[in-house]
């Protein structure tokens, strides 16, 4: 049934479409868009680089998780999501010019990652879901699935069309600054078009029509400390943390990797990166979907099993890349299995908790698991340094990702009531 263009459904996916393109270019084009530069970080002083090591260059971003890990519990719940999307925009966009304006300090490079995870806890996953999960409950998966796929989506257009000619073009530095310009295309979008819950538009969701929105209650919420006692949320934070460090891992450490593998020449190891992450993301981004339309469907322990045997598949894949060869089958792999990494996390979340507690479930549950998701590759940057090699680190990968699956399995069998309550009036209308 078609959809009345005044119905909360209707401008819903509008909201999606805008935060495919929010998504992507606030947290996307950034995360994935520095790793090109760490090897311009790691090069002699008298070659135009910092001379860094990796695990130096490793640790800004773990760093800047921990020392803001107050922000998302401790703010982000009292302001509006869109408001929190804007100044999370503007302020990465700021750490992207210093990081391309910054001397040899490490200790300001560190600085600006702080400032970096700041605007990413407010314009990333976070608020983007808490918008999302008031217009949708029944298409829930599928509308988050297409937001988070502007992630993987707009991160694979940038690593391969856009950073790379930028650096080649104009060097590193001023690329850094020209990204931080593209950051602030989402202001349109989020001004113009995003709403925050259906009554912001004189909607109420009554009806046939209005079938895929569910009124909040205040008193579903919960409180930090209730949050804490459950044990759904230590599962979900444990397994997540250990799913998304795995993948987390790679990702940071995969132009390094290449390079390992005998991409010596600059040039070549530029291109068979950002190839390489162009295959992987556009596989990631088709993940994302599949693991959407999956989770409207089965049990979302079944999609994490899936997940996870697609990452078992593609880790050993690493031990075999050999210059000049662009590993693509990796890259198709290991994409279709980052489809899950916080997305699962999040729609499972979303099952176990009101939306009114939502936000708050998430400003913790959302910087922890970034915690692993950022200490991780640095813990593998020191295995690195201290073997000779990505061997070892590579084993220890994959061990963590067998935990996070494995933890997982101690979530609960059914959804709670509150979501069965939600069904029973979806069907019944």
Not at 143 to 148: D, E, G, K, M, P
Not at 240 to 248: N, R, T
Not at 411 to 418: G, V
Request: charged share 10%; with cysteine.
């Amino acid at each position: 049934m078609t959809q009345p263009t005044n119905s909360p459904t209707f401008y819903g996916w509008r909201i999606v479409a805008a935060s495919f393109f929010t998504l992507g270019i606030a947290v996307g084009l950034p995360y994935f868009g520095m790793p090109f530069f760490f090897d311009y970080f790691e090069r002699p002083i008298s070659e135009g680089g910092f001379g860094w090591s990796r695990s130096t260059i490793t640790l800004g971003l773990p760093l800047g998780t921990i020392a803001t890990l107050w922000v998302g519990p401790l703010l982000a719940h009292r302001f509006p999501p869109r408001r929190l999307i804007l100044i999370g925009t503007g302020l990465t966009a700021i750490t992207l010019v210093g990081f391309g304006r910054m001397n040899g300090s490490v200790w300001f490079y560190w600085l600006l990652w702080v400032a970096y995870m700041v605007g990413n806890v407010f314009s990333g996953g976070l608020s983007h879901q808490v918008i999302l999960s008031h217009w949708f409950v029944k298409h829930r998966g599928t509308a988050l699935s297409i937001a988070y796929l502007g992630i993987s989506f707009i991160g694979a257009v940038s690593a391969r069309f856009v950073v790379k000619p930028l650096s080649e073009t104009f060097g590193f530095r001023l690329a850094l600054q020209l990204m931080a310009g593209l950051l602030l295309l989402t202001w349109p979008l989020v001004w113009l078009v995003m709403r925050e819950k259906p009554s912001d538009l004189g909607l109420l969701p009554d009806g046939e029509q209005n079938s895929d929105s569910t009124p909040v209650s205040a008193s579903d919420e919960m409180t930090l400390n209730q949050i804490l006692r459950q044990r759904t949320f230590w599962v979900l934070l444990i397994g997540g943390c250990c799913s998304v460090g795995a993948v987390g891992a790679v990702s940071q450490h995969l132009k390094l990797i290449l390079k390992d593998s005998g991409f010596t020449d600059q040039s070549l190891l530029n291109l068979a990166f950002s190839q390489t992450m162009l295959v992987l993301l556009i596989a990631s981004a088709a993940g994302r979907l599949l693991v959407g339309r999956l989770s409207d469907r089965l049990p979302k322990r079944h999609v994490l099993t899936i997940t996870y045997l697609l990452l078992a598949a593609a880790l050993p894949m690493l031990f075999f890349i050999k210059s000049p060869n662009t590993p693509y089958l990796f890259a198709v792999i290991f994409g279709l299995a980052m489809g899950g990494d916080f997305l699962l996390t999040a729609l499972i979340a979303a099952d176990q908790y009101s939306v009114s507690s939502l936000a708050r479930v998430l400003a913790v549950l959302f910087p922890a698991m970034t915690v692993g998701q950022t200490w991780f590759p640095y813990f593998i940057a020191l295995l690195r340094e201290w073997t000779g090699n990505y061997s070892t680190p590579l084993m220890i990968v994959f061990v963590l990702a067998a935990v996070g699956r494995l933890a997982m399995v101690l979530l609960p069998n059914a959804p709670d009531n509150r979501l069965a309550a939600q069904e029973s009036t979806l069907r019944a209308a």
